[in-house]
């Protein structure tokens, strides 16, 4: 009997995001494995035309805890992990200097 294939692989392309961290797991009491990331989205209001920023947080995995605050990382959609988290940490973009 043929082992299933639990990868991804073809099934569509999973959305990928660019957001900086604004909360990680250093602090006590805060979740372990977890990083809040904040997305900033320009778009152009059709009504009055001139640029607005969105900005939406999203609970994402990050199984080493290698991650932390200010720190710009991409986001990738995956399976439902927990109750707010959606979203894996796929890599970092830039890290601030010290």
């Given at each position: 009997m043929a082992e299933a294939n639990i990868s991804t692989e073809g099934r569509g392309r999973s959305r990928k995001l660019v957001g900086k961290v604004v909360n990680d797991t250093k602090n006590p009491g805060r979740a372990q494995k977890t990083v809040v990331v904040e997305v900033v989205r320009r778009f152009r209001d059709p009504v009055?035309?001139?640029?607005?920023?969105?900005?939406?947080?999203?609970?994402?995995?990050?199984?080493?805890?290698?991650?932390?605050?200010?720190?710009?990382?991409?986001?990738?959609e995956s399976r439902p992990l927990s109750r707010t988290k959606r979203w894996?940490?796929?890599?970092l973009v830039d890290r601030p200097p010290e």
């Open positions: 009055y035309g001139k640029y607005v920023k969105q900005r939406r947080r999203y609970h994402a995995h990050d199984e080493t805890n290698n991650f932390h605050t200010n720190d710009m990382v991409e986001i990738t894996v940490v796929s890599k």
